[in-house]
């Protein structure tokens, strides 16, 4: 067989087999290249860093008038990241809250303690990782249970 015959036999099959195995090539170099960054991501040194007795914001619904106390007001938070992302983070950039929205009685109720960290700044544990929380009495029920 001539080979003008043999390319022009079959010519669409072939050019989409050869168009075929041009994308299957792309996709796996491309997916070994996204793998190499990601395994670089990974094995690229995290340190962590403590920050002490960071104050808990407490959390509640606009229109509350309740008052609540939270014990202990302050918690110790382990963080990890990059050495560079963790040496220009601030103590303000990391947000400590306790979330009162949903709470109706405060009578010996615990919390978990929600912690927000900035991108690239991972959460590692917060010390203690819950609070105690107690309704403080408004202006209105003392003048209230004074009239009785």
Request: charged fraction near 25%; proline fraction near 6%; avoid cysteine.
């Amino acid at each position: 067989m001539p080979l003008r015959e043999s390319i022009g036999k079959d010519f669409w099959l072939k050019m989409f087999s050869l168009a075929l195995a041009t994308l299957i090539w792309f996709t796996v170099k491309f997916a070994i290249r996204n793998e190499m960054n990601v395994a670089r991501t990974a094995l690229a040194p995290t340190t962590q860093r403590v920050f002490e007795k960071l104050p808990i914001t407490v959390m509640t619904a606009a229109g509350e008038s309740r008052g609540f106390k939270v014990e202990p007001e302050s918690v110790k938070v382990v963080v990890s990241g990059e050495a560079v992302a963790l040496q220009i983070l601030k103590e303000r950039d990391i947000e400590v809250y306790v979330n009162l929205t949903d709470v109706q009685d405060a009578k010996g109720l615990r919390k978990r303690i929600e912690v927000y960290t900035p991108p690239g700044v991972g959460l590692v544990r917060v010390v203690p990782p819950d609070v105690s929380v107690e309704k403080m009495s408004s202006p209105d029920e003392n003048s209230q249970s004074g009239n009785r």
